[in-house]
């Protein structure tokens, strides 16, 4: 099955940094990569996501790059604020109708 | 909250009993699924669902049992064959083949003792 390998587990950046976060994949047949947020005790929501046929897609402050010969993706965070302190996880669909794997996720620590 | 409600949010057992988590969607997703989640590994798929009376083992379904039995509900039980049972459980649904995105439930904490 799929696995996802998520870099660093811990991250500390001053506000105004930028922030990155990698994950790796092992299924080359990957084509769906999610981003979630999740905020302490509360869920996880969707940030963005690319498909396998798009190497980069951008939302504000927020992209993401996928290099599917390296099977890897990466999340950026720009000019980031204190309200984007949470844990961050990646995820990749694999073969597998509809089945979605996280990686370990990325506590992210913005301080001011 | 976003369609999914999970009830209840805080749940105490005592062990060797079993327990079952609700989760209701009014979304109209086809596909629901559940997921622990345990400090610093993530979310592991326990159980998914992508139509009525129909389900799936995930990575970590031993010890758990789920039903379908109508499209909005997807109730998951910890059964006291599990053996660390002491979790975070979020319960997710989409709309699509696994190309669109998950719409998570606020969770339950189960605390087994």
């Known amino acids: 099955g799929e696995n996802v390998e998520q870099h660093p587990s811990t991250l500390s950046v001053q506000e105004g940094d930028s922030a990155v976060i990698k994950c790796t994949y092992s299924?080359?047949?990957?084509?769906?990569f999610p981003w979630y947020k999740q905020e302490l005790g509360k869920r996880p929501q969707l940030i963005i996501d690319?498909?396998?046929?798009?190497g980069e897609k951008k939302d504000q402050r927020i992209a993401v790059t996928l290099n599917k010969t390296a099977k890897h993706f990466s999340l950026h965070i720009t000019e980031t604020q204190p309200e984007d302190s949470a844990v961050y996880f990646c995820?990749?669909?694999?073969?597998?109708?509809?089945?979605?794997?996280f990686g370990q996720g990325t506590i992210l620590t913005v301080h001011p | 909250d976003g369609g999914i409600t999970q009830s209840p949010k805080y749940l105490f057992r005592k062990e060797g009993q079993n327990v079952t988590l609700s989760c209701e969607q009014n979304?109209?997703?086809?596909?629901m699924y559940w997921y622990r989640q345990d400090p610093g590994q993530g979310l592991r798929l326990i159980y998914y669902?992508?139509?009525?009376?129909?389900?799936q083992k995930g990575d970590i379904a031993e010890g758990y049992s789920v039903s379908r039995e109508k499209k909005e509900s997807f109730p998951l039980t910890v059964t006291s064959a599990q053996k660390n049972p002491t979790a975070f459980y979020l319960c997710?649904?989409?709309?699509?083949?696994?190309?669109?995105?998950?719409?998570f439930g606020n969770g339950t904490r189960l605390t087994v003792t």
């Open positions: 997710a649904s989409s709309n699509r083949r696994g190309e669109s995105p998950l719409h």
């Open positions: 669902s992508q139509i009525v009376n129909d389900f």
């Open positions: 299924d080359s047949a990957s084509n769906y």
């Open positions: 995820a990749a669909k694999g073969t597998s109708y509809g089945k979605l794997t």
């Open positions: 979304l109209n997703h086809d596909a």
């Open positions: 690319i498909r396998s046929n798009v």
